[in-house]
């Protein structure tokens, strides 16, 4: 017998503070393991929720991107409501729900990914960023991280600066860009690097942010966060970032699955 | 015997939503009574920490302003410091502390005050600004937020805008400002809700967020702001908004006491 699905796509958002990753394990909660029983409890079937990428334990995301498959068709705004019904008291929310065709992947057809890593930089710790950002005492230099930040880009063997677990083939990656915005708002200094890549090695935003901050802090120059990705070898990469700070803000497809839907995520009739 | 006192000023951040708001109370933690108690752990004194105004179970401070005096002389970054480790792990720090004359009082010199109320609208619930924000379904018509916040500016009675429990002598407050701020980040629509006075009434805040609201979702007309206003009564008022959306931004003072201290907020050496 065949059975004909109806594959759809969700936009999701997460704190990652109180799950084990994205990924489905034993004994542990995950963000993988909520969406697919949230659909058990909803469908009665068992179904698996392809994300656009696993995300470590504590990493949030604003727009992480999966698809599923199941046999009844719903209606795309329904689907969603009821997901986030189920999800409830979840630190998990499903933006958007729209139907895509069989072809679509979360993962195998994203073609651009972009995280970004807060840092605040002060001596207080945080009362309010707790578990989103990661907090260092300056100083914190900048211009050192923008002009570091420059020997990164382009097509490089990452192996400095990707985890000895990284399952990935190959260790080369093209890093697009990587955006350093800070200001200061009184509490302190705010500084978000923000990164894009068609795809990332595991752990290679961390990694890179923990050797960037000891460039802004003064105890590496520039040149030798070029020097430490020359050297392709995992000793010379700095201190890992905390995973709070890390977020993963967006996935790209050559067509986006939510554009003809932006409406329902925040409702009709807006002006501004 | 004449004891000679230090005069010290805080400037504080605080995550609202595990407190039972600013003011010390018996069997509840509260701001002000952790405060008081790093206080007691550090110098073995009953210490009166006096803030520059109270705020609610749930409402967070970016920066809260609060003095009290101690008859040991402290260097004001060793004093932050000391006070940051005795409230781990609060959600409260300390950002800066600094030495202030006799004269100065965190309530009764400041001249004006700024809150923040945060809306994310869209259908979703919030996973990352739970506790933070107030999210709320659209339709939302921001130009009619902003057409009735213009009736509401000025000096007025605001008998309908303030609990019945207020305890101000008078009811009259002069709004110097009300911005609205409005941005769409693929989540949902955020707006930000800026409100500038020299004081405000007990719950004034989220009364005129909670009628603004309507006046947005379209089932009240802007005018049916002013007239809520002009009728001075209570029941006039549309529904109080969430606490989880407030935070107290900024206490102003004529001579800033936090001026000549900025950089001890950051650290040194900044650049950008």
Same mark, same amino acid.
């Given at each position: 017998?065949?059975?004909?699905?109806? +594959? !759809?796509?969700?936009?999701?958002?997460?704190?990652?503070?109180?799950?084990?990753?994205?990924?489905?394990? #034993?004994?542990?909660?995950?963000?993988?393991?909520?969406?697919?029983?949230?659909?058990?409890?909803?469908?009665?079937?068992?179904?698996?929720?392809?994300?656009?990428?696993?995300?470590?334990?504590?990493?949030?995301?604003?727009?992480?991107?999966?698809?599923?498959?199941?046999?009844?068709?719903? $209606?795309?705004?329904? &689907?969603?409501?009821?997901?986030?019904?189920?999800?409830? =008291? $979840?630190?998990?929310?499903?933006?958007?729900?729209?139907?895509?065709?069989?072809?679509?992947?979360?993962? !195998?057809?994203?073609?651009?990914?972009? !995280?970004?890593? +807060?840092?605040?930089?002060?001596?207080? =710790?945080?009362? &309010? $960023?707790?578990?989103?950002? %990661?907090?260092?005492?300056?100083?914190?230099?900048?211009?050192?991280?923008?002009?570091?930040?420059?020997?990164?880009?382009?097509?490089?063997?990452?192996?400095?600066?990707?985890?000895?677990?990284?399952?990935?083939?190959?260790?080369? +990656?093209?890093?697009?860009?990587?955006?350093?915005?800070? %200001?200061?708002?009184?509490?302190?200094?705010?500084?978000?690097?923000?990164?894009?890549?068609?795809?990332?090695?595991? +752990?290679?935003?961390?990694?890179?942010?923990?050797?960037?901050? #000891?460039?802004?802090?003064?105890?590496?120059?520039?040149?030798?966060?070029?020097?430490? &990705?020359?050297?392709?070898?995992?000793?010379?990469?700095?201190?890992?970032? =905390?995973?709070?700070?890390?977020?993963?803000?967006?996935?790209?497809? =050559?067509?986006?699955?939510? #554009?003809?839907?932006?409406?329902?995520?925040?409702?009709?009739?807006?002006?501004?």
């Amino acid at each position: 017998m065949i059975v004909s699905t109806h +594959r !759809y796509v969700l936009l999701i958002e997460y704190d990652g503070a109180g799950y084990h990753g994205w990924q489905r394990q #034993k004994n542990a909660r995950t963000i993988q393991s909520c969406l697919e029983d949230a659909l058990l409890s909803l469908c009665g079937q068992d179904i698996t929720v392809h994300g656009s990428g696993r995300t470590d334990t504590g990493v949030h995301a604003e727009g992480q991107v999966a698809h599923f498959d199941l046999e009844h068709r719903w $209606e795309p705004r329904r &689907l969603a409501h009821a997901m986030n019904a189920h999800l409830r =008291p $979840e630190r998990i929310a499903v933006l958007c729900v729209t139907s895509a065709s069989q072809t679509f992947h979360a993962r !195998y057809a994203a073609i651009e990914r972009t !995280y970004r890593y +807060r840092l605040v930089v002060r001596p207080a =710790p945080l009362a &309010l $960023e707790v578990n989103r950002a %990661w907090r260092i005492a300056g100083p914190m230099h900048v211009d050192r991280i923008r002009a570091a930040g420059r020997h990164l880009l382009g097509r490089h063997d990452f192996t400095t600066f990707r985890s000895v677990h990284c399952q990935s083939r190959s260790p080369i +990656r093209t890093l697009d860009s990587i955006d350093v915005n800070a %200001w200061e708002d009184g509490r302190g200094l705010h500084i978000n690097l923000v990164f894009t890549a068609r795809s990332f090695l595991h +752990r290679q935003v961390r990694s890179l942010v923990g050797s960037l901050v #000891k460039v802004g802090q003064g105890s590496w120059s520039p040149e030798r966060i070029a020097d430490a &990705l020359k050297a392709c070898d995992r000793s010379q990469c700095g201190p890992v970032a =905390p995973a709070a700070g890390l977020t993963l803000m967006r996935v790209c497809y =050559p067509d986006d699955p939510f #554009k003809s839907v932006a409406a329902s995520i925040r409702g009709a009739g807006h002006d501004s």
